[in-house]
Structure formats: structure tokens, C-alpha cells
């Protein structure tokens, strides 16, 4: 997956720390989201919001109407609330 990675998935690190480094500073930010109900919206805003660049997990808590996400870097809430949207839910805020 990694710029690391080689096509049979093996590492190979020469040259490539910086991948390392920003992978290492991992942040998770909690949003805010309307209209989830069930489990079906849960699968369909982590499908969504996991295929941002960047991204690396995303937890859905439908009840409390919260959306974690962990990314390799800074999130960028735009492109976020963006994901959100398509899935066919409103990104409010950070939570």
C-alpha cells in the first residue's frame, strides 16, 4: 500500500524514511454526523470516508451520531465532510 511496498509485498526502505515518519504521526479526530440511524448508514460512512487519501481507520458510533477518523497526517475536513456527504449524511462538525 505504502510507497514502501514492493509489487510481491515486501518492504523496502532505502530511501523512503520519510513515509516512516509521517506514518508515525498518526491523528484521530471525531466529527460530528446527522442522520445516521442504523447499521447500514455505519457501513456506508466507513466505506466512504476509508477511501480518502490518507485515511487509515475509521470508527462509525451510529448512537451518538459520532464519526472517528485516523489519518496519517492533518486531516482535511473539507474532503472529509465531503466523503460524509456522498455517503448521504451531514458532517456538523468536530465532535
Known amino acids: 500500500m505504502g510507497s514502501c511496498c514492493t509489487p510481491d509485498h515486501s518492504c ?11 506514518v ?5 479526530t471525531v466529527y460530528a454526523v446527522s442522520g445516521m440511524t442504523c447499521g447500514h448508514c455505519e457501513t456506508s460512512v466507513t466505506r466512504s470516508v476509508g477511501t480518502v487519501e ?5 470508527a462509525v458510533d451510529v ?5 472517528t477518523v485516523t489519518t496519517d497526517g492533518a486531516p482535511d475536513d473539507a474532503v472529509i465532510g465531503a466523503a460524509i456527504d456522498d455517503a448521504g449524511y451531514e458532517l ?3 465532535a
Not at 13 to 18: D, F, K, P, R, V
Not at 63 to 67: F, K, T
Request: net charge neutral; no cysteine; glycine share 20%.
Open 12 to 22: 523496502s526502505t532505502g530511501g523512503t524514511t520519510t513515509t516512516a515518519v509521517a
Open 24 to 28: 508515525a504521526e498518526a491523528t484521530s
Open 54 to 58: 490518507g485515511v487509515l481507520s475509521v
Open 63 to 67: 448512537a451518538g451520531g459520532l464519526v
Open 92 to 94: 456538523t462538525g468536530r
